[in-house]
């Protein structure tokens, strides 16, 4: 990506590089094969005399990671070091550092045949999770502080993998397939095996998205899950009870959403549709308590689909930004639930994140843009330009001082927002 080198050759020739990982010792430890990816050369392209490419050269990033050959659809962080791993459509999964610049190449972790679309790392930061289109999982252990990742189980019960989620503090994960179905696995250390806790059916679509509730009682598991067929259920992922269920027409008067995001905020559970539906869920009695229609008279209803969900866990700010297809960007009070705020981006949200307990929002959009937020005016306080293409994924670091993207393109750029 030649035009990622020429914008940072002069911050890299000014800047330092940091050691984290032993730059020979990569090469003679990364996992099975101990492959570093090399640059491919650009291809020559034969255009027509009237055939023109417009490309927007405008960059502000702080460094950039390129080895990726396909789209970057997912990116996670490290809890500790700084590190993430990327996913793409070239069938890899990559890790690399976020501290120096350039990043320094940690490992990939292979042996996906389809594109990596999810994954996490365990809340203790010793296992990594990869999952792709083909229902395979891999889950890799870190050894040497991080600086290797050998191969710890890996399983393939699904047709395809949808998502993947890590609990906030133990080591199990859960992830949900296309036939509907949810599962639920412990990395057991002591048996160098990953254990079954759970698998359960009673979503009969798609399951498109799921999350641990952390509580503090450890004798039961809760995982709230939502699917394509309109129903939302929590689950004990211990035995795999249904703790309860919420259906269209018993629940949600007739109207049957398909259910895409969700978001949990304490005991309060957010769930957007791809009809626009807004559902808030009381976890504790596991009522609907507030129901709104995010969006009318849209020319594609593709356009309605509730894309990212994120609630501002400042209790003095009480907002939960919601991100559409079609572009716009709602804040909700989530005292009297009444729109706020809002504003309308060129293109598709793809994702939201408040940083910690602070007013700041983080959203990306298809628009290869990365805009930093002041929720409570909703004034722009940075945005990140350098993508050719949208930003399907990113991540926060340091307090929000650093966002990281995953572009469809096939790379990532590192921003210093202050």
């Given at each position: 990506?030649s035009e ?9 020739e ?6 984290f ?15 570093i ?10 255009l027509?005399d009237?055939?023109q490419?417009i490309i927007d ?16 659809f ?12 990327t996913?793409?459509g070239d069938?890899?999964?990559?890790l ?13 972790l ?26 395979f ?6 050894s040497k502080?991080g ?7 890996e ?10 989620k ?14 509907g ?13 990953l254990?079954?806790l759970?698998s ?16 503090d009682?450890d ?8 699917s ?5 259920v929590?689950w004990?992922?211990y035995?795999?009870?249904?703790n309860?269920?919420?259906?269209p027409?018993?629940d ?22 791809r009809?626009?539906?807004?559902a808030i869920?009381?976890?504790?009695s596991?009522?609907l308590?507030?129901?709104v ?6 020319d594609?209803?593709?356009?309605l ?7 501002c866990?400042n ?7 919601v991100?559409?297809?079609?572009g716009?960007?709602?804040?909700f009070d ?9 504003i ?14 602070t007013?700041l929002l983080?959203g990306?959009?298809m ?37 990281v993207?995953a572009?469809?393109?096939g ?8």
């Amino acid at each position: 990506m030649s035009e990622y080198m020429e914008d940072n050759e002069q911050l890299r020739e000014e800047v330092p590089e940091e050691e984290f990982i032993n730059a020979n010792e990569v090469g003679e430890e990364i996992l099975d094969d101990g492959r570093i990816p090399e640059d491919e050369g650009d291809e020559d392209m034969d255009l027509d005399d009237d055939e023109q490419i417009i490309i927007d050269l405008a960059n502000n990033s702080w460094t950039y990671f390129d080895q990726h050959k396909d789209s970057v659809f997912v990116i996670f962080k490290h809890p500790t070091l700084p590190m993430v791993v990327t996913g793409g459509g070239d069938n890899t999964a990559y890790l690399w550092t976020t501290h120096s610049q350039p990043p320094r190449f940690v490992g990939e972790l292979s042996g996906h045949q389809e594109s990596v679309i999810a994954g996490s790392f365990t809340a203790d930061g010793n296992f990594v999770i990869t999952a792709d289109m083909n229902g395979f999982i891999q889950v890799h252990k870190s050894s040497k502080g991080g600086q290797r990742w050998i191969k710890f189980g890996e399983l393939n019960e699904v047709e395809e993998v949808l998502w993947v989620k890590a609990h906030p503090r133990l080591p199990i994960f859960a992830f949900g397939a296309n036939d509907g179905s949810v599962w639920c696995y412990q990395i057991d250390n002591d048996s160098k095996s990953l254990v079954q806790l759970m698998s359960g059916f009673s979503h009969s679509l798609e399951c498109n998205n799921g999350l641990f509730i952390d509580i503090d009682n450890d004798d039961t598991l809760p995982l709230v899950t939502i699917s394509e067929d309109g129903t939302i259920v929590n689950w004990n992922a211990y035995s795999g009870e249904v703790n309860y269920k919420l259906q269209p027409h018993d629940d949600f008067k007739g109207t049957e959403s398909p259910w895409v995001t969700i978001s949990i905020s304490k005991n309060r559970i957010a769930v957007g549709a791809r009809d626009g539906q807004l559902a808030i869920i009381n976890n504790d009695s596991g009522k609907l308590v507030h129901s709104v229609k995010t969006l009318d008279n849209v020319d594609d209803i593709a356009d309605l689909s509730i894309e990212a969900l994120s609630w501002c866990e400042n209790p003095a700010i009480n907002l939960l930004a919601v991100g559409l297809v079609a572009g716009d960007l709602l804040l909700f009070d989530t005292n009297q639930w009444r729109l706020r705020n809002k504003i309308k981006l060129e293109d598709t949200i793809t994702k939201l994140e408040f940083i910690d307990d602070t007013p700041l929002l983080v959203g990306s959009n298809m628009n290869g843009k990365i805009y930093k937020w002041d929720a409570r005016t909703m004034n722009e306080v940075f945005v990140g330009v350098g993508h050719n293409m949208g930003v399907l994924d990113f991540t926060i670091l340091d307090n929000g001082k650093k966002l990281v993207t995953a572009g469809d393109e096939g790379v990532s750029l590192i921003f210093n927002t202050e």
